[in-house]
């Protein structure tokens, strides 16, 4: 429904007793101590200048060690670059109608292979990528979404951003920079985000993504030209479990089924605000 081992010593020590220290001769001993004095004196000597003042300290600059920092990664903080750029590439190349519906966000767009398909009747963009989080989202909405000139943009992400931890109340604070950045390009966009999906394998981040949805749909609510689409509760079974037919094997990526889901709820917001909103687009 769409509501807008160890070794054991002791054994050890018992089976085979230690051999006992063997004395060393006096011999030994006093070259020793003899080979000590000339050492200290060098030293000494080495410590003084000529004129008897002490010599410059010399100091070694440390040798770090190579495992006290880890090699920074080049693509670390921007694992998704090389992916981006790859599809700014392909979207320049490919014809695009005027004014497309963008949709975006992470794999479960990307692999969403029937996009155009499944909604002929409009012009639909698929600028999905990676298993991108919503902090990736907004460093290329710029390059991704802004330079088609959309009309309308379907946002599903932060799937990615659970399902490693984060707090549902941070991902929606990054939620709402990547909602400023669209609508900062037009204030009268219609913008719709799909709520985070209750896949089988992230079972144990469940009271996370629904505390996330809630939100994230509280506050679309106060917001014009906004839709929340709620695929969540149509993907529970009567256990309010999650129904593992509508996942492929991973049971984290979307089957036919499931994406006949998203079908169905994004196809009633593209009828009830896209069409009857295409004309009121500002830049």
Known sequence: MRPHYRVDTASTRACYPLRPARPKSGLANDFRLRKFVVVLTALVAMGLK???EPAQTMTLAP???PLATPLASPVSGNPFESEVTALETKLAQSPVAPGPIVFYGSSSIRLWKSLSQDFPD???LNCGFGGSRLADCARYANRLVLPQKPSAVVIYAGDNDLAVGMAPEKAFQTFQQLLGIFRNYSPSMPIAFISVKPSPARCQYLDNIRKFNR???DYLQTRPETDY???FS???GPDQKPISSLFVNDQIHL?????QILRREIGEFLTDDCSKNRSKISH
């Open 50 to 52: 000529s004129d008897g």
């Open 234 to 236: 149509d993907m529970l």
């Open 63 to 65: 040798v770090a060690d």
């Open 255 to 259: 089957s036919p089924a499931g994406y």
């Open 229 to 231: 689409i709620d695929i």
């Open 215 to 217: 939100l994230v749909e």
């Open 122 to 124: 409009y012009s639909v």
